[in-house]
């Protein structure tokens, strides 16, 4: 089994910057991808940033240029940096996993609000 624990969301003002991360643990097969969704209220869940298994990444439109997903693998962690944020994103921030089969963190709260 695969665990996922998602930390460093919470409230920013709207133009600031987060740093969310993900530690995987457990049977982790390789080659792996992972990845960061969110999902608001009374809307669905959405790609933020992927990155493949051979390092391609990949960005929802509306934050390119604002976020960045890197990875440390000796960590097995995924970060998501997000600069310039904005009000409408504010949501559940994911992490997510896949290597046989999709695994997903508990989910971060993250609220962009002034």
């Known amino acids: 089994q695969v665990q996922l624990v998602e930390s460093g969301g919470g409230w920013v003002q709207p133009g600031g910057s987060l740093r969310l991360s993900c530690a995987a643990s457990?049977?982790?097969?390789?080659?792996?991808?992972m990845g960061w969704y969110r999902q608001a209220p009374r809307k669905e869940r959405e790609l933020v940033s992927g990155l493949n298994t051979v390092g391609t990444t990949t960005y929802l439109d509306f934050v390119k240029g604002r976020f960045t997903i890197t990875r440390d693998n000796t960590k097995n962690t995924v970060y998501l940096h997000m600069n310039s944020l904005k009000p409408e994103e504010t949501a559940d921030y994911y992490c997510h996993l896949l290597d046989s089969q999709n695994y997903w963190g508990q989910g971060t709260q993250v609220t962009v609000s002034s």
């Open positions: 457990g049977r982790i097969l390789r080659p792996n991808g």
